[in-house]
């Protein structure tokens, strides 16, 4: 499984944060540009998997830092959790997507909202699940 | 009202929490509820016994109409009275009798799930409802038959009854239906003064003899009469209560009930009648060829429940009143006469009647009382059985057809039942003590309470018959007829032939009874013949159910799933080419202008990866074929402006070939099993599959049904989903819950892969 | 350019449907991944290929400038490729795990229930 070649070794630290990195990019961007929390997921995903190819197992789940069983049940709870605003406050159907724009210091406007809440959700589950296939495959190769 | 059908369901879903915690007292606690029914039930008696009904409504599923509608008159009052009446002793003996068996919640469950039951369908007006109580009684009786699961013989017992109930309720639910086309109501309150137009109506036979089948079913009429004695292997006093007081008489009751709509015809009476009489002469028959105390005391169920199907059949006054009349002195006196079987089986542990004899000085009460109930049995004065049986006579000397017949069947009958009362009422009790696996004591009072109170009723009633007569009977006479008669109850009616019909019955009983221990062996040489009977002919049916779904599934589920592939792709095939051929018979003609180059190259480096993998032998050619041929598709996604779908299919792609190695090259190497015939086979049905894909499409891009939905999307993305990636505000807003299931599959696989890895760890660890 | 789509459509149906139709599992995996490829594409070709733009609105605007290509049939698309990917790997294990318990790459020993 493991690769012995330094420069891979190498590139991995240095990639993987900047690929997590780019992934959120991807996921907050997604609602105006090509992107998203399927798309950023996926990213992260394969970030975590080429981390795997190039160290050990134990480094990717160290890299990963949460159980991705884990991420499965955060992001599904997120995801539902988004349809309920609406549908508490105001009567509206589930689902119906609610915004909250404010103004933040240093980041100036941001818009807040259950869309974008839902695309975490998403984006959780995304990489929760490609990478509880990857990790446990690796280890049972093990 | 709805509290009182529904208060048994609630103490039955309690009653297994609450069983081991009441411990001795279990049987009186719960015998309160159904005495509290009782006598809010008897609070009725001087209602219903001035003629009235009454209709008690509440809405059940309002937005629909539909209402759950109860009817309480003198026939629903009768029977209510006596499923909490008897229901009180069999909870009580019950306390007792199962005491310290293992699952005695459980039965309490059933039983009182059962009772509520039965009283939601004897109270029901919506005959939908009366339908799922019908089926609900049949589904307790399944499960209290099998209650003793651990016995093979049980559970064939309780699928046999379950399957001939379930077999008529199907049809009594077809026949239901037609009724209320015909009839033009769903509830019983209408349908009673409409039966003019029903008996007139087209459908009137075929939704007869529908009812008729789950009626006769459920009642234990001949050719069906099988699966009542077998229904034995129940506990006693699930046998006292269902199989012979109430359950095994909803039948009777549905007929009596829809008497005044379907009733009257010659169809209905010659039905009714013949079957019924024949019924009554078979249970006999057969009660008297039998020498188990619980299989005796079940067929001359059967012979009392034909009895009760000729006379509603008969349909005159005096049968009617009759049919009431009997039902009642059924009742008290069946239910008495099981409950002391139980006590016989409880205190010696024989149930053979010829293995019994002197057991009065051991249990002087049980033999009274035993003796008592016989009498009514028998139709002895001055025991309630002798009014009714007195006119059951009558009824058949007056019916307007087939009198001399039923007439014939009655005597014959009543003569053997006086034979088996005998046995019941004396054999046991008198003579000499024969030895027994215990010693006998007589029994507790919560056994013996049932029996005494009905058999002293059975007695007060015959004493004084129109005690219950001008309270209840008339009432219920009235309901059955559908139009007032006069009822008239006596103990005493003169010399007439009825009373020549009794006493030479009883004198002929008495005959066979002082030669039971030849006349019964005689006759059991007789099961020779049995193989001819009804039960094998349900057995038969049985066995071809199972070879016919044996054969069916070997032939459709064979286990090879490329059959199943196959099976399924070509019968699409076909279709689709029918459809084609017959509506759309012109071809699109190919049109190749104005393709760019490096567009035809990535369709055809595509394609031709999809063939290499196809056609190689290596499996590293084939995954990175795949792998080449996931990227073709990617650059056509981007190609053709789907970005974000292109983006997802190089990442998916990517991890897809990982897994692939991780997984597939733990498997052996590519090997040719089929033969080249067999290839050659598949490829032709991959070719045209192909090939009708490819005109398909070509079809449907030149059509176009309806305006595509996408334009609102496309409108409302900016304004309403305050994003500018359209294909990102439908994921994630306007078809947010449709998302919400994908993550959720996607959640789901990854589970299942876990878990399969994780078995597979433990698997290797042990 | 339907035409070609559309035989390229074709085509893939076919080579995955010869692949499910062998007994080797492993060949049944390879034709399921062409076979969800194929059908992402069926759906793509037709939704309608045209020339349209991609379906984006420029900032500032309210509506995209101009014809877009069909945004659904890409969202519906999208959410299929990685549910495919689970539906993948989930069949990959299963029949793993199968060849594991059966020891043969042979559908022909894997009709019995009880092994």
Do not use: C
């Amino acid at each position: 499984m493991r690769m012995h070649s330094l420069i891979l070794r190498t590139a991995g630290h240095f990639l993987l944060p900047l690929l997590i990195l780019f992934s959120l990019w991807l996921l907050l961007r997604g609602h105006n540009e090509p992107g998203g929390g399927f798309i950023g997921g996926l990213v992260a995903a394969a970030a975590i998997a080429l981390y795997l190819f190039t160290m050990d197992l134990q480094a990717a789940r160290k890299a990963l830092w949460v159980d991705p069983r884990n991420l499965i049940g955060i992001g599904l709870t997120l995801a539902v959790l988004s349809a309920i605003p609406g549908a508490v406050l105001h009567g509206q159907p589930f689902f119906t997507s609610q915004w909250w724009p404010m103004t933040l210091p240093l980041l100036g406007e941001v818009k807040l909202s259950t869309p974008l809440i839902f695309d975490i959700g998403v984006y959780l589950v995304v990489i929760g699940s490609v990478l509880t296939i990857v990790l446990f495959l690796a280890e049972a190769e093990e | 009202m709805l509290l009182a059908v529904l208060s048994g369901f609630i103490l039955a879903f309690l009653a297994p929490w609450l069983t081991p915690r009441l411990g001795r007292a279990v049987g009186w606690l719960f015998g309160l509820l159904p005495a509290a029914l009782f006598v809010w039930f008897a609070s009725f008696i001087p209602v219903v016994a001035s003629g009235e009904t009454l209709l008690f409504s509440y809405p059940w599923v309002p937005g629909l109409d539909i209402n759950l509608t109860f009817l309480l008159d003198g026939l629903s009052l009768l029977f209510a009275l006596l499923i909490s009446g008897i229901g009180t002793f069999i909870v009580i003996y019950a306390g007792y009798y199962l005491h310290g068996e293992a699952y005695q919640g459980r039965f309490y469950l059933l039983i009182l799930a059962f009772m509520a039951s039965m009283l939601g369908l004897v109270l029901s007006s919506n005959l939908v409802a009366l339908f799922v109580f019908w089926e609900l009684t049949s589904i307790t009786s399944y499960l209290l038959i099998g209650y003793h699961h651990e016995e093979g013989k049980a559970r064939a017992s309780a699928l046999q009854g379950l399957f001939v109930t379930v077999a008529g309720g199907l049809a009594l639910l077809a026949g239901l239906v037609l009724l209320a086309v015909a009839g033009g109501s769903y509830e019983l309150s209408e349908l009673l003064t409409s039966g003019d137009v029903v008996r007139e109506h087209a459908l009137y036979l075929p939704l007869l003899l529908l009812i008729l089948l789950g009626t006769f079913t459920k009642s234990a009429q001949f050719p069906f009469h099988f699966w009542l004695p077998n229904a034995m292997a129940a506990p006693t006093p699930v046998s006292a209560y269902l199989h012979s007081a109430t359950m095994v008489k909803a039948g009777v009751y549905l007929m009596a009930r829809l008497n005044p709509t379907l009733g009257g015809t010659e169809t209905w009476l010659l039905l009714l009648g013949l079957i019924g009489a024949t019924t009554m002469l078979i249970g006999s028959y057969m009660a008297l060829r039998s020498t188990g105390v619980k299989q005796v005391l079940a067929y001359s169920t059967v012979m009392a429940l034909g009895t009760l199907t000729m006379l509603i059949g008969v349909g005159t006054e005096k049968a009617i009143t009759a049919a009431v009349a009997f039902l009642l002195a059924h009742s008290l006196y069946k239910g008495a006469l099981f409950m002391i079987a139980g006590i016989i089986d409880h205190e010696t542990g024989i149930k053979d009647f010829r293995e019994l004899g002197g057991l009065r000085s051991a249990m002087p009460l049980t033999a009274l009382f035993a003796g008592i109930a016989a009498l009514s049995l028998a139709g002895i004065a001055p025991l309630f059985g002798f009014v009714a049986k007195e006119l059951m006579f009558e009824a058949v000397l007056e019916a307007p057809a087939i009198g001399t017949v039923i007439t014939l069947f009655a005597v014959a009958s009543a003569m053997m039942v006086v034979a088996i009362a005998a046995v019941i009422g004396l054999r046991p009790w008198f003579g000499p003590r024969l030895p027994t696996k215990k010693t006998p004591h007589e029994a507790p009072p919560s056994l013996l309470a049932g029996p005494a109170v009905l058999a002293t009723l059975g007695l007060l009633f015959g004493l004084l018959p129109m005690l219950p007569g001008q309270h209840l009977l008339s009432a219920a006479a009235l309901a059955v007829a559908g139009e007032p008669i006069e009822v008239y109850l006596s103990l005493w009616h003169g010399f007439n032939l009825p009373l020549l019909l009794s006493a030479t019955s009883l004198a002929v009983g008495l005959l066979l009874y002082w030669q039971w221990s030849r006349v019964q062996p005689a006759l059991a040489r007789l099961a020779a013949w049995d193989h001819l009977g009804p039960e094998r002919g349900y057995e038969k049916v049985m066995a071809s159910i199972v070879s016919i779904s044996d054969s069916h599934t070997r032939l459709v589920q064979n286990g090879y799933l490329r059959y199943y592939i196959l099976t399924i792709i070509s019968t699409l095939l076909l279709l689709l080419a029918w459809t084609i051929l017959t509506r759309y018979p012109v071809l699109p003609s190919p049109d190749l202008s104005g393709i760019a180059p490096h567009t035809f190259t990535i369709l055809a480096i595509t394609a031709l990866a999809a063939l290499y993998a196809v056609t190689t032998r290596s499996r590293l050619g084939a995954v990175a074929a795949l792998g080449a041929l996931g990227f073709g598709v990617a650059l056509i996604y981007v190609l053709f402006s789907a970005a974000d779908v292109g983006i997802t299919q190089v990442l998916v792609e990517t991890i897809t070939v990982i897994m692939l190695v991780l997984v597939l090259f733990r498997l052996p190497g590519f090997l040719d099993f089929t033969l080249s015939g067999s290839r050659l086979r598949d490829g032709f049905i991959a070719v045209l599959f192909g090939g009708t894909i490819t005109l398909i499409l070509l079809m449907t891009t030149e059509v176009q049904f309806f305006p595509p939905i996408s334009e609102y999307f496309i409108e409302n993305s900016g304004p309403l989903g305050h994003g500018r990636n359209i294909v990102n505000v439908i994921l994630v807003d306007f078809r947010a819950i449709d998302t919400l299931g994908e993550i959720f599959v996607l959640a789901l696989a990854a589970i299942g892969v876990y878990a399969m890895l994780k078995l597979r760890a433990e698997d290797r660890k042990s | 350019m339907e035409f070609l789509m559309a035989s390229l459509v074709g085509i893939l149906f076919a080579s995955a449907l010869y692949m499910m139709l062998r007994r080797s599992i492993v060949k049944l995996v390879i034709g399921l991944v062409l076979l969800s490829n194929a059908a992402n594409l069926l759906i793509f070709t037709a939704s309608g290929l045209g020339s349209g733009q991609p379906p984006l609105i420029p900032p500032g605007a309210d509506v995209p400038v101009g014809a877009v290509s069909d945004p659904l049939a890409q969202a519906l698309i999208l959410t299929a490729i990685v549910i495919g990917f689970g539906v993948l790997a989930f069949a990959v294990v299963l029949i793993h795990r199968a060849y594991e318990v059966v020891g043969a790459d042979d559908m022909d020993q894997m009709k019995d229930t009880d092994t």
